[in-house]
């Protein structure tokens, strides 16, 4: 069964740092893109970012270009995403989740990124 | 950079009446367009993919069509489990982007 579980969401203070992390299951991650999805309280789905296979491709949303990263380690099935500077509205649900061609399938549950002080 | 709007914003329906949402792209995104279901506390769940072919295990009163900039995600006979909130996106093939529409909220009147 094809699975993502992330972990490291929390609370944390503004302009603090936080990495997440998404064990990948059941597929060879290294085949694949992958991406970070978020949904903040009352709001939709806003794309954040992505890393090609072996990771020499990264794209973000503007909003967060310069403040957060993106990493794999394809031998451990694991894909991060290294969050600094954070702000409140970087509050949200963050999911993890494999791009196929042109879309995104599966996702993971997602893990609460709360910012505040 | 692509940006998709989605109509209407809320749709109030009943359970067997049909629903239709839209999805609107502001320049051709050719097929590449993908819908998604989003229940509270659940993960996205992909309904179609390519705007017309259905995700495995998807019933099939889900269908998608459209090309260009129009893409419609139409629900036959609506089932109780089917009030959620359903999205659009397109993924830019050159440089990997990726977008959603605004999202249509599918509720119950």
């Known amino acids: 069964e094809v699975q993502l579980v992330e972990s490291g969401g929390g609370l944390v203070q503004p302009g603090g740092s936080l990495r997440l992390s998404c064990a990948a299951s059941?597929?060879?991650?290294?085949?694949?893109?992958m991406t970070w999805v978020r949904q903040a309280p009352g709001q939709g789905l806003e794309w954040v970012a992505n890393?090609?296979?072996?990771?020499?491709?990264?794209n973000f949303v503007d909003s967060v270009k310069g403040r957060f990263t993106i990493s794999r380690d394809n031998a451990k099935n694991l894909l991060d995403l290294q969050m600094n500077s954070l702000r409140g509205e970087d509050t949200a649900v963050y999911y993890c989740?494999?791009?196929?061609?042109?879309?995104?399938?599966?996702w993971g549950q997602g893990t609460l990124v709360t910012v505040s002080s | 950079e692509t940006v998709l709007t989605q109509s209407p914003a809320t749709l109030s329906l009943s359970p067997g009446e049909r629903a239709t949402l839209s999805c609107r792209a502001s320049?051709?995104?050719?097929?590449?367009v993908a819908w998604y279901q989003h229940k509270p506390g659940q993960a996205p769940r992909l309904l179609i993919y390519?705007?017309?072919n259905r995700a495995t295990g998807i019933p099939a009163r889900f269908s998608g069509s459209g090309s260009g900039t129009d893409f419609t995600l139409t629900i036959t006979t609506l089932e109780p489990e089917d009030f959620a909130v359903y999205y659009c996106?397109?993924?830019?093939?050159?440089?990997?982007?990726?977008?959603f529409g605004q999202g249509t909220r599918l509720e119950i009147k």
């Open positions: 390519d705007a017309s």
């Open positions: 996106q397109q993924r830019d093939t050159w440089q990997g982007l990726i977008t």
């Open positions: 989740a494999r791009e196929v061609l042109n879309w995104v399938d599966p």
């Open positions: 890393i090609n296979q072996d990771g020499t491709r990264k």
């Open positions: 320049q051709s995104v050719s097929r590449y």
């Open positions: 059941g597929f060879t991650m290294s085949n694949y893109w």
